[in-house]
C-alpha cells in the first residue's frame, strides 16, 4: 500500500541462488546499516543447478514441513515450497553457524516465517538473527532478508486479471485505483499487479494480515520503504521494509 509516507527507491535486481557454478557458499552480507537496501536473492526453477538441489536442501526440512510438503496435491506447488524452506534454511545456517536442519522456523500471526530461537548472533544486532522473508510465483522465488529491519516481499507472474478492478477497490487506496484507471487499458493489468506487489510486501513486512492496515479515520497509514525488483519477463515484484 502506497501513501504519502511511503518512501519509494531506486529498483533492485535480485541475485541469483545459486550462483551460476551452483555453489551453497553463503552469499555476501549488504551493508548492515538501518537504511541498507533489503537483500534479495531469486531462486528460478528453470535453472539446472537449482534443479539439483531438490535432493540435498529437501533433506533439510523439519517434520513439520515435511508434513506440509506432503498435503500440496500438486507437485508444482510441493517442489516451490521445498525449494524454499531448502534454501531458506541453507542460507540462514550459512550465516548463524548453524546446521540449516537444526533450525527451527515458525510463523507470525499472519504466516510470517519467523526463526525460533534465536540461535546465535547474525550479521546485524548483536544476538539477533537476520529478518527475513519470502515470496512464490510460477517459476520463480524471491527472498529477501535485512540486518535490522522487518522486511517483506511479494511476485507475482503476469496473467489475465479480468475482475482487477474490484480487487483493487476493495484493497487499494483510490488514488492508486485511479492512477491504474489513467493509464491505457493494455498497461492497466501490469499495473494493479505492480501495486498489489508493493502492497503485499508492505503488509509482511509489518506482519499484517491484508486488511490490517487500514484507518478508520480515513487518512494513511504511515507505510514502510518500498522497492521495485526487477525480475524476468512475466513477473513484477517489489520488497519492502518496515
Not at 181 to 204: H, I, Q, S
Amino acid at each position: 500500500m502506497q501513501c504519502a509516507d511511503s518512501p519509494v527507491h531506486a529498483a533492485i535486481a535480485p541475485a541469483a541462488w545459486p550462483d551460476p557454478g551452483g555453489s551453497l557458499e553463503r552469499p555476501p552480507w549488504p551493508s548492515p546499516g538501518p537504511d541498507a537496501a533489503p537483500l534479495l536473492l531469486l531462486l528460478d526453477q528453470r535453472e539446472p543447478q537449482l534443479q539439483a538441489l531438490v535432493g540435498p536442501l529437501g533433506d533439510l526440512l523439519d517434520p513439520g514441513e515435511r508434513q506440509r510438503l506432503r498435503l500440496l496435491r500438486r507437485q508444482e506447488d510441493g517442489q516451490r515450497f521445498l525449494l524454499a524452506r531448502g534454501a531458506l534454511r541453507q542460507i540462514l545456517g550459512c550465516w548463524l553457524g548453524c546446521d540449516p536442519a537444526g533450525l527451527v522456523l515458525g510463523a507470525g500471526p499472519h504466516g510470517k516465517p519467523e526463526l525460533f530461537p534465536q540461535q546465535a548472533a547474525g550479521p546485524g544486532r548483536e544476538g539477533l538473527p537476520p529478518q527475513f522473508n519470502v515470496s512464490h510465483s510460477g517459476d520463480l522465488i524471491l527472498l529477501g532478508f535485512h540486518p535490522l529491519r522487518p522486511v517483506g516481499v511479494d511476485l507475482e507472474q503476469r496473467r489475465p486479471l479480468p475482475e482487477w478492478q474490484g480487487i483493487a477497490r476493495r484493497c487499494l487506496p483510490p488514488g492508486a485505483v485511479e492512477a491504474i484507471l489513467a493509464l491505457p487499458e493494455e498497461r492497466r493489468g501490469d499495473a494493479f499487479l505492480a501495486a498489489w506487489c508493493r502492497l503485499e510486501a508492505g503488509l509482511k513486512a509489518r506482519g499484517l494480515g491484508l486488511f490490517a492496515g487500514a484507518r478508520t479515520d480515513g487518512r494513511a497509514r504511515e507505510g514502510p520503504d518500498h522497492w521495485p525488483v526487477l525480475l524476468p519477463e512475466g513477473y513484477v515484484g517489489a520488497a519492502a521494509l518496515a
